[in-house]
């Protein structure tokens, strides 16, 4: 049978562990066809990002155009925009009406220098998005206040969904506090929590595209919104469980896209 196509737009991960390689893994894990857009080539590892290679907008539009023109796309994911030019390419491609179910998982964390252009130009993309998935440095990016606890993470949700996306979670995977990996979520309906078992491991590489990519396939196969973000949660979590005794790196290695079906997310 046929597979249902899905496009990731973001930055490769030469490690792959993140960005782009880690998207495509979700789909083939979800048994989807994934499509890619380069923005950017990254020279990173386990240890941390060391390079970014940032791809002309001219380059991302052409990418854009091509696959879009061919392949029946059901739903998008964006990750890393690297740079203002690139999110204004895709900006057009989504006023366009052509990013069918767009999630918008910002990254931002090695945009350095180029921060604020990055974040202005995200703005301009978020109500074209139907989930928007930024951790809490990414949401304090977008609100102008630093966001810390879930109560923040639920306002930050809140104020991010009045620039348009339907639903925004806020993700707080870096909240090292407790036993749970709490997540806000904003819903046309108010705020509510995903709270699922916290892994203990150094394998988190690539969590939150790992997160948005999930809710991206779920899309795809015709959830709604709610069901396909606590499916996400459930497949990232079982992930990170999949992946604890992996020895791949030295430092926050990758998940284990692909035995979900065998570990839990709660243990018994
Ligand atoms: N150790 C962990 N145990 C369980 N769940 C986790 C863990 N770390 C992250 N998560 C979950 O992974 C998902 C992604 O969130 P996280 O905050 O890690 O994203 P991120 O990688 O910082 O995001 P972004 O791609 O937006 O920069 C969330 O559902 C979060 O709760
Ligand atoms: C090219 C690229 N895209 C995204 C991320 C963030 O990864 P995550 O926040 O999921 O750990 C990254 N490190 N590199």
């Not at 894990?29 to 907008?57: C, H, I, K, W």
């Not at 301009?124 to 990016?141: G, I, M, Q, W, Y």
């Not at 609100?143 to 979670?169: E, R």
């Not at 969590?207 to 949660?233: H, M, P, W």
Request: aromatic share 6%; net charge negative; proline share 4%.
């Amino acid at each position: 049978m046929t597979p249902l196509a899905v496009l990731a737009i973001g930055g490769s991960d030469s490690s792959g562990g993140s960005g782009l390689q880690a998207d495509v893994k979700v789909f083939a894990a979800m048994r989807l066809y994934g499509a890619t857009v380069a923005t950017s080539v990254t020279a990173q590892n386990t240890r941390g990002v060391q390079d970014v290679f940032e791809l002309p907008g001219n380059v991302v539009s052409a990418q854009l155009s091509a696959v879009l023109e061919d392949l029946p796309i059901k739903a998008v994911k964006v990750g890393m925009l690297a740079t203002a030019e690139a999110a204004a390419a895709v900006t057009a491609k989504a006023r366009a009406g052509v990013l069918p179910n767009l999630v918008v998982d910002p990254v931002l964390e090695a945009a350095a220098g180029r921060r604020r252009g990055v974040v202005s130009a995200l703005e301009r993309l978020l109500p074209f998005a139907a989930v928007a998935t930024p951790n809490r440095d990414e949401a304090s990016a977008l609100v102008g206040w630093q966001v810390s606890t879930p109560a923040d993470m639920a306002g930050a949700a809140a104020q991010i969904a009045s620039n348009g996306p339907k639903y925004v979670v806020v993700t707080g995977g870096d909240m090292v506090a407790g036993d749970e990996a709490v997540d806000a979520v904003w819903t046309d309906a108010g705020a509510r929590f995903l709270r699922y078992p916290r892994v203990q491991t150094r394998n988190n590489r690539g969590t939150g595209c790992t997160f948005s990519a999930a809710i991206t396939s779920r899309l795809a196969q015709g959830d709604d919104v709610l069901e396909a973000l606590v499916a996400a949660k459930e497949y990232v979590t079982r992930s990170l469980v999949g992946a604890r005794d992996w020895d791949l790196g030295n430092g926050s290695g990758p998940l284990n896209h692909f035995d979900w079906p065998t570990f839990a997310a709660f243990s018994a």
